[in-house]
């Protein structure tokens, strides 16, 4: 009992840290969220945390030009005459457009004072329109030097049998460049920048004599990856950076208007991408299911040079964080006395966890929410797991303790109200009948009869008068010798007035039974037995008495001493079943009684009324009569002898 309730509580922190613990442990995010997406609710809820913070004012030091469908579609917008007035313009007619006007958009870009430019295309296949085309391009960006990045990409190529295989699609051109890969979560958006533990298995693709593989927003910004992937913090959804559509950069009249306002692309880094639907180069993000490729790289060189990046949780840290949640959870879970409590307190709880991820996210800081979240489903699944050990321990208790002393259908009905007898076995006050029987003349049968006989009879008598008062719902208390004590009430109660009904139709089937059993023993020239029963009603203390390697659940209180006063009044009386005036207020209407009067009662001061229990309301009366004549026979034959 002491080792059960030492484990009421640590059993749910035991079972909660340390089951969240390993499940974190074990799971595809041992490293981050980010680096190893494994877990769609973490996505969805980052999506969530992002939608929820809102849009935030972009970099103003990034500009972007984008290939958008108008770019694409100019024969739509203009005129043959006017595109062949506009000899950059006539260039844009058939994709994939000649490298000479990359060249020049790189010049102009140059000229209305772009800090640099950053090309957000691959250009990993020689022009269709010959060397010369590319030479073109390649001295643009010789010329430009630094302040101009190129693209690769990283294209997986199988992914069969659990093997990733994948190949480096680099610029053909002698210069710098950077990855335009980016980290997708596990619902598929794209999430973070790649770092070395990232890029790191890939180096290998990369020839010699270039340098190590990087992202493109690190090789924009002249930075080395960081090490760990880290998260871009969008600033809100598409279009929240302006753009300028490429093909305004050739057009003599916008282009014109852009120079003299001078701030738009003047010591600002511009990136060039597409934008058109029709070109694929879309991905989902946090914020929305579709977002130009270009626009998310302006987000992820955003993130680096503000280094506001999304960092995720050191996993030391983040296990030290669900050790401390299981046990603050399951050390407060167990103070709620109701399942329904319970639930309110952890959904409760799981919302401060939402609201402390959200917290950490606005600093920066990416705390798995599902980890943090299966501790209260696991501490609550404990808690379960716990309450249902204690009831079976409690249960088993409470039907070792009754199994022999109910009624079967009391005991299920006991058990199902387990609570509310537990409570009591602590003791407690309430109202009961008590019923003592003993039998008559036993110290001298004893010494008459061989020892086993006498327990043979003993047992008769026993199993003779337990069947009415388990028939009737009554609770044995003990077997004394050749006493019963039993009490009606307890543990459960149907109410006054029919437990002090149940308690005289006990009295009256224990008559009848014992009378039936003089019958068989005098057949079989065994010893006649006749008995005293005392009732009463009143207030009793019933608890769990005794040492505690011997507890005994049982009843105390000035009614139990007039019950057994009363079974002893029995024998000076001549009858067998008297009760107080008390019970008799109660059964008055169902049985036919002869008033004893008052009779006083050893150990209290006030005498007690008495009655005699004939038989039932409208019977005659004549087995009472009939085991007084037969007692007052037994008993003359006694004496003589």
Known sequence: MAIAHRLGWPLPVALGGAIALAGLLLSPLAVSPLTQP????????????????GPQAPDPAIAIVVI????????????????????????????????????LALQRLQAAGARRVIFDIVFATPSRFGPEDDRRFADAIAQAGSSVTLAGELEQIDRSAGLSQASLAQPIYEHPFGLANLVAGADGSLQAIPGQDWLQPWQILQARDRPPLSNLASAALGQAPSPLSLGINYSGPEGTYPRWPFWALFNPELWQGALQQGAVFRDRDVLIGASASSLGDRHATPFAASMAGVEIQANAIATLRSQRGLRSLPLSWLALLVILVAAVQSSLISRFPSPLAKGIWLLGSSAAVLLACFVAFLQTWLVSPTALLLVPLLVGVSDSANSAWQIQRERRSLRRALALRVSPALLSTILAQRDAVANQLGGHSCEAVILFSDLRGFTQL?????????????????????????????????FVGDAIMAEFGLPLSRGTTIEAQAAIQAALAMRRSLAHLRTE?????LPLLFHGIGLNLGTVVAGNLGAPERLEY???????????????????????????????????????VLPLGLQPVAGRSQPV????????????????????????AWQQGINRT
């Open 38 to 53: 494994g877990r769609w609710l973490d996505a969805v809820l980052l999506s969530a945390a992002f939608r929820l913070r």
């Open 68 to 103: 958008d469908e108008d770019s694409l579609r100019l024969g739509e917008l203009f005129t043959a005459a006017e595109l062949a007035a506009r000899p950059p313009l006539a260039d844009l007619q058939d994709w994939p457009w000649p490298r000479r006007i990359y060249a």
């Open 446 to 478: 004893s010494s008459q009869i061989d020892s086993t006989v006498l327990v043979a009879l003993l047992n008769r008598y026993f199993e003779a008068m337990a069947q009415p008062i388990l028939a009737a719902q009554g609770l044995i208390d003990k």
């Open 521 to 525: 023993l005098a057949a079989e020239g």
């Open 554 to 592: 049982t009843v105390i209180g000035d009614a139990v001493n007039v019950a057994a006063r009363l079974e002893g009044l029995t024998k000076t009386l001549g009858h067998d079943i008297v009760i107080s005036q008390a019970l008799y207020e109660q059964v008055k209407e169902c049985i036919e």
């Open 609 to 632: 009324f008495t009655y005699a229990v004939l038989d039932e309301r409208g019977g005659d009366g004549q087995l009472a009569r009939q085991v007084q004549q037969d007692y007052q």
